[in-house]
């Protein structure tokens, strides 16, 4: 079983809905990223929180640490959000990173 | 800041061919290390760097090679390429070894070995 698992693997919104992606993880954290990848391009990092909620244009990221589990969410979604996003843990203790598989978006106008 | 650079962008590699996909970052960042992006499979660890003469394997090391003779840049070698090498390659630094700071990629480079 992967450390990290996200859900859903998959995601079709039409363009203005509201959309979150999950990140459940096993181990203990010392942050939580959230990264971006466009198709085809490289991967961009979003947010690194450690606790609580941060915000940045029409994303929130939000993390429970007792519940080991953290959202992304995007408000009035657009095409341009298409992509793949991914959670990572930063494993308490270590030097690495621990990705889940990540969510593919699609945005329909 | 150009960030973390990778090149190539794209390559085609015959069986049994070497090569060395260069990445360098210029931000001093300490922590520097190479993934590997297969299709249904998160990000995989093949080797990292805590410091200029200092590196480790990571998750899948083998059939690559690695050295940090400076701190900007961290090459990745293949000594004798095979079909199950084909993937994305990402790049990446952060400023310390601590694994709770910002992580910056590269684009990737693209490799099929035919």
């Known amino acids: 079983k992967n450390e990290v698992e996200q859900s859903p693997q998959n995601l079709t919104a039409q363009e203005g809905e509201f959309i979150t992606i999950n990140c459940s993880y096993s181990v203990g954290i010392s942050a939580l990223h959230w990264l971006q990848q466009h198709p085809g391009g490289g991967i961009v990092s979003l947010f690194m929180l450690s606790s609580g909620k941060k915000k940045h244009g029409r994303l929130i990221a939000t993390i429970n640490i007792q519940e080991k589990h953290s959202s992304l969410h995007i408000t009035a979604s657009h095409p341009r959000d298409s992509a793949v996003y991914i959670c990572a843990a930063s494993v308490a203790g270590s030097y690495q990173l621990t990705f889940g598989k990540g969510t593919k978006l699609s945005v329909i106008p | 800041n150009a960030g973390v650079t990778q090149t190539p962008k794209f390559q085609v590699l015959k069986t049994g061919q070497s090569m060395t996909l260069q990445c360098a970052q210029d931000?001093?960042?300490?922590?520097m290390s190479w993934y590997r992006q297969d299709p249904g499979m998160g990000l995989r660890l093949i080797h990292y760097s805590v410091g200029a003469g200092i590196t480790d394997q990571g998750e899948v090391p083998n059939g690559y090679n690695v050295s940090r003779s400076t701190t900007e840049d961290f090459p990745l070698r293949l000594l004798s390429a095979a079909p199950s090498q084909t993937s994305v390659y990402f790049c990446a630094s952060r400023q310390t070894v601590h694994s709770g700071n910002t992580i910056y990629f590269g684009e990737g480079s693209w490799l099929t070995v035919v």
């Open positions: 931000m001093n960042h300490e922590y």
